[in-house]
């Protein structure tokens, strides 16, 4: 069995994230496989909030709602929902509200790599964004380039269907790719014994670009690897969710991204005595470029945001 973790903070609010919420659950429903998911409500302000996740779990299979007396952030909700996950649960999976599953066999693809070898910590699927002007973390597709690469007949929107048709034109001469320093938190499958075993998430990232990089770093001492698994894509909405902050100067104005990054940094900087960049340096020379790069993407798109 699998764990599927969803952390929520206020959906039904001015955060204008109902409908993407729905959609990101009414997806989940086209995994194959053997899972649960549980929803953890992180503390939301809103009254509403928790009948809104009821209703919206009604219709899934295996599902929790967990609701917290206090906002932990996402590590801390992600922690606690990870807490109550079945005992037989063997894999833990970190998703984004505003993510979109388009592809049935997503999480038995992820799990396959996962269990590929004993060392192998997390894997995560392509991240491909809608908005044409994102590129994915780690491969530099967005929609634009596969729509190039691979002859798809330009259009304004993709849908999933397309994307589906779309990546069954990719072809891998390997189930993982080579291991990484970190990995997008859009839909992360981890292994749950090591996991448990270094403590989870650090809550002290409350949010903000390095409590994944925290977590793979902690895994990769441990004896883990992280990778990116080359037989699986994810849709991650983010243009939805910009697109409301355009519209909304009221959540636009309380926009946490350049503080609270700043104040991860600082967190990390306390925690390991040094700065990132010179963290993962010490860990490996290769493998710290190209998460510079990511590092770099993070911090540029909250900068747009602000």
């Not at 709602?65 to 996950?85: C, W, Y």
């Not at 959540?251 to 991204?257: I, L, N």
Request: with cysteine; proline share 4%; net charge positive.
């Amino acid at each position: 069995m699998t764990t599927i973790v969803l952390v929520v903070y206020d959906p039904a609010d001015k955060l204008g994230c109902r409908t993407g919420l729905g959609e990101c659950l009414e997806s989940i429903k086209l995994l194959e496989g053997d899972y649960e998911l549980i929803v953890v409500n992180n503390c939301s302000g809103n009254p509403s909030t928790r009948a809104f996740l009821a209703k919206e779990l009604s219709g899934l299979r295996h599902s929790k709602l967990l609701d917290l007396n206090e906002n932990k952030g996402t590590s801390g909700g992600f922690n606690a929902g990870a807490a109550l996950a079945n005992k037989k649960s063997k894999a833990l999976v970190y998703m984004s509200p505003d993510a979109q599953v388009v592809q049935p066999n997503l999480l038995n693809q992820c799990l396959k790599g996962l269990h590929s070898h004993t060392n192998v910590g997390i894997v995560h699927p392509f991240s491909v964004f809608e908005d044409n002007k994102e590129y994915n973390l780690n491969k530099k597709l967005s929609v634009e380039a596969f729509r190039t690469a691979y002859g798809a007949e330009q259009q304004s929107d993709l849908q999933p269907p397309e994307l589906i048709g779309l990546f069954r034109q990719i072809r891998s001469n390997s189930l993982l790719s080579r291991a990484l320093h970190a990995f997008p938190l859009t839909f992360a499958v981890i292994k749950r014994e090591p996991f448990t075993r270094i403590g989870g998430f650090d809550e002290g990232f409350r949010f903000g670009c390095y409590e994944n990089i925290d977590l793979a770093l902690r895994l990769r001492r441990a004896g883990y690897t992280v990778h990116r698994l080359n037989t699986a894509v994810i849709n991650h909405r983010r243009s939805q969710l910009r697109g409301l902050t355009d519209v909304d100067r009221s959540m636009k104005d309380e926009a946490p991204h350049a503080r609270i990054i700043e104040i991860s940094r600082a967190y990390w900087q306390r925690k390991y005595g040094q700065p990132l960049q010179r963290v993962l340096l010490s860990e490996s020379h290769g493998q710290f470029v190209g998460m510079m790069l990511y590092y770099i993407y993070r911090l540029r798109s909250a900068l747009r945001s602000i």
